[in-house]
Every structure is written in C-alpha cells, then in structure tokens.
C-alpha cells in the first residue's frame, strides 16, 4: 500500500529503524521489529545503514520482512549521491520485487569512506528518476530550521517546492526540541504551494551524549527548558531517559492538538521507548481527523 493513502482518514503515527552494524549480526534487529509491530504503527521506515556503511540488500531485506512478516507497511531509505542510475535501477528493481512501494528519496551524507558519484547531485533528482522508474510512493525529507547547508531557510524551501514539484508525495521532517520551528516551517511551506503531508520527527533523547551528536550533525536548537532538563538528570540516567521520555510525549501530544499530518518517531532501535511512548499517546491518534 502507498503510505500517501493514509493521511486522507486519519493522524499518522510511524517509526524509523536502522540496519545492526557490521559488528551485529542481522537476527538482532528482529526482536525490535517484533515488538514495534505489536504497536501497530502506520509504517515502520529502514535507513540505509548505521555509521557511513551503505547495505542495500539488508535494507531491501529488513524493509521486506517489516511488511511480510510482521504486517506493517514499510519504507525504504534511499540516498542517491554514492550510486550510479543504473545502481539505483537495480535497487528499485529488488524493493519492487520485495513488494516495498514506499521510498524515502535522500540525497546522502557525503562521509570519507563513501564519496559521491556524478549521477545525483540532488534528492530532486532521485525523485524524477524514481517515478521515471515504477509506481513507487516517494517521500522526502524537509528541515524545519533549515538544511544545514542551506543558505537560508527561503532558499531551502525553494528546494524543497521544487523536490515536491518533482513528484514527492509526502515529506518527513528533521527532528527539532521546539515545535514553534515546525509550525512556522509548515506555513512557509503552505505559503509555497507546498499542500503535500508532512510528518514531523520526533526524536526521544535518553542521553546526553545522543543529543550532543544530533545537534552537531543536525544543527538543532535546543530549548531552554530541554537545556535545563539535561543539566538537571545528566547525572542520573534512569531520571535522564524518563525526562527525555516525557519531553517527547509532550511535544507530540502538542503536535496532534495542532492538527499535524503525522508523527515520525526516530526510535534509535530501542522499543522499550517506542512502547512507552506509545502507552501515553496511542489513543490521540485513533481520533478520527475533522473534515476542514
């Protein structure tokens, strides 16, 4: 099923997972499949790879067993830049075969250990490409506070009209600690002609190193009251990982009140997380969207 299709009846609540390191065997992520499909979520998305690495085939496999075998409907990611078309042809190839009709079309990171290759130079391209390719629902990613290597956050949104011009369906965001971005992101983009879902992402942080690491390669503000949070529990992490819990739950609870397309929750491959949060907000997104 396209996952597009979903926004139309209700508040959409997803998950994204990663592929175990080199060092993990592949059996180690399907405990936490298990247990985040007994949550029922709309659509569980799968990365690329963890720390640089770029493993097609155990993306194509994990997002296959996602919707085959635990019976959620399911995302595969897709950077461009590191590939060739006829790499990605390939690609597209497996996921159709597999059944996976669901593509989040990225751009890449460029990263010592994979350099880019002169096919893709942007998502926009990947995007045409992909359409070009088969009936695949397309999903990219937009930045509330702006791309990191955006001139400005007008520029960025240009970017973005012209990725959703190119054929995205629905868009996923960055994550961010203050939802004021958000909600000033989704009316410039509105403003735009930007009308595609957008799902904001949420990510629950559990310690201080995490979100240390987020905020350099995201470039994320970050609240006074999470400042605050973090310098009061840094100590403590038992107390750390429930306020983390807490700060999340309270984002998203504010996020559905202002009527948000949908909720993407980067889950770091720890369902105990995912499963707590979801004890606290299940019910908000079983409540049937008003008819504007």
């Known amino acids: 099923m396209k996952i597009n299709q979903k926004f139309k009846d209700k508040t959409i609540l997803s998950f994204e997972v990663f592929p175990p390191r080199k060092t993990s065997p592949l059996e180690s992520i399907y405990g936490t499949l298990r247990e985040l499909g007994n949550l029922k979520p709309d659509f569980i998305s799968v990365t690329y790879g963890a720390g640089g690495s770029l493993n ?7 997002a296959h067993a996602v919707k085959h075998t635990y019976g959620i409907e399911s995302v595969a990611h897709l950077p461009c830049i590191h590939f060739s078309k006829d790499e990605i042809k390939s690609i597209l190839t497996e996921l159709n075969h597999a059944g996976v009709v669901n593509v989040l079309a990225l751009r890449g990171d460029i990263t010592p250990e994979w350099q880019p290759k002169k096919d893709f130079n942007y998502a926009s ?22 791309h990191t290597e955006a001139t400005t956050v007008k ?11 190119a054929g995205t369906n629905q868009l996923i965001s ?9 909600y000033v992101f989704r009316e410039k983009a ?6 595609v879902p957008i799902e904001a992402g949420i990510m629950p942080v559990v310690n201080k190193k995490q979100i240390e690491r987020m905020v350099s390669i995201c470039g994320v503000n970050l609240p006074k009251k999470f400042k605050q949070m973090m310098e009061k529990y840094e100590h403590h ?22 009527d948000v397309d949908g909720v993407h929750l980067y889950t ?3 369902s105990l997380i995912a499963r707590r949060i979801n004890e606290s907000v ?11």
């Open 268 to 270: 770091m491959n720890n």
């Open 56 to 62: 097609g085939e155990t993306t194509i496999n994990i």
């Open 282 to 292: 299940a019910s908000l997104f079983s409540v049937p969207k008003q008819i504007q």
């Open 174 to 182: 960055q994550l961010f600690f203050d939802n004021d971005y958000f």
């Open 125 to 146: 391209e990947l995007v045409t490409f992909i359409k070009e390719q088969g009936d695949f629902n397309v999903i990219g990613a937009c930045y509330p506070e702006g």
């Open 237 to 258: 992490p038992e107390a750390f990982r429930d306020a983390g819990i807490a700060y999340a739950i309270d984002q998203i609870v504010d996020l559905v009140s202002q």
């Open 190 to 195: 509105a403003s735009m002609g930007i009308h």
């Open 155 to 165: 520029q960025d949104l240009i970017n973005l009209k012209e990725k959703v011009d």
